[in-house]
Each structure stands twice: as C-alpha cells, then as structure tokens.
C-alpha cells in the first residue's frame, strides 16, 4: 500500500494537488476545492502534533476495526463521516491554503516519520509510522479522487 513518506508516492500526490484550482468541481460530496484543501490539512495537523482532540469513546470501541479497514488497500467509502474539527465552513482563501497543504505534504515526504509528533490518534488509538504513512497517503488519496485527480 502506498504512504506519503514515500518519494515517488509523495511527488504523486504533490502532481495531483496541482491540478486542482478553485474552480475544480467535487464528483461527489459537499465541500468545495477551498474547503477540501483546508480540510485534508488537518489529520496533517493532528500527527504532527499541532491539532489536539480529544480521545474518542466511539473510537475506543470501534477505532482498531475501522483503521483496519481504512489500511485495507479499499479505497474511502464516498461521503464518509469527519470528525467535526475536520469540517470546513465557508470559503477560505483557497490559493493559501493550497499552498499549506502544498508544504505539509512536501514535509512528510522529506522527514517521513519523523514528521509524526503525535503516535497517537484520537480515534485509531496508537498508530505505527508505517500505519500513519498509509492512512495519509489513504485520505489524500480520497479526497483528490473525489476531486477529479
């Protein structure tokens, strides 16, 4: 399974990121291209330790049976539930947040597992550098895919 702290992988994603503008159209889903952008930032956020949530009681449950399914090689169900910390309103400045998003992968790429402060999260539970690689690699991967990329 690919993982964002791969070479070849990262620049796949950095290539598709570029296709998309503002103007790009979701093929399912609500967010637009501004919010996407913002939102795939966030579980960037959470593993390196600059997005703090809490520990979820659902997770604690169900979290190593969905991050296995997450880390099955299937592809993310469309329209599937965020945690709320992940939902983007209104319009940001879509070319800024591009860009964040832009250097957070760029980053992951160049430190690979050392990027992940936080082993850590809030749902999964604990998360090995190679599980955390994947999953992002698996959300990116989801959402410029929902994008056209």
């Not at 809490?54 to 991050?67: E, N, Q, T, Y």
């Not at 591009?98 to 957070?104: N, R, Y």
């Not at 790429?109 to 994947?134: I, L, R, S």
Request: hydrophobic share 35%; proline share 5%.
């Amino acid at each position: 399974m690919k993982s964002i702290f791969n070479q070849e992988t990262n620049a796949e994603l950095l290539e598709r990121l570029s296709k998309i503008t503002a103007q790009t159209v979701p093929n399912w889903g609500k967010m637009n291209a501004s919010q996407m952008v913002t939102h795939c930032q966030k579980p960037l956020d959470v593993a390196e330790g600059t997005l703090k949530l809490p520990h979820s009681f659902i997770g604690k449950l169900f979290g190593k049976m969905v991050k296995k399914q997450f880390l099955s090689g299937k592809p993310i169900s469309k329209n599937s539930p965020t945690a709320k910390e992940f939902v983007i309103k209104g319009t940001p400045d879509f070319e800024k947040e591009k860009s964040v998003l832009e250097a957070q992968i760029r980053k992951f790429g160049e430190k690979g597992p050392d990027a992940v402060a936080n082993k850590t999260h809030p749902f999964f539970g604990t998360m090995t550098d190679d599980e955390w690689g994947k999953l992002h690699y698996v959300h990116l991967d989801h959402h410029f895919t929902q994008f056209g990329v």
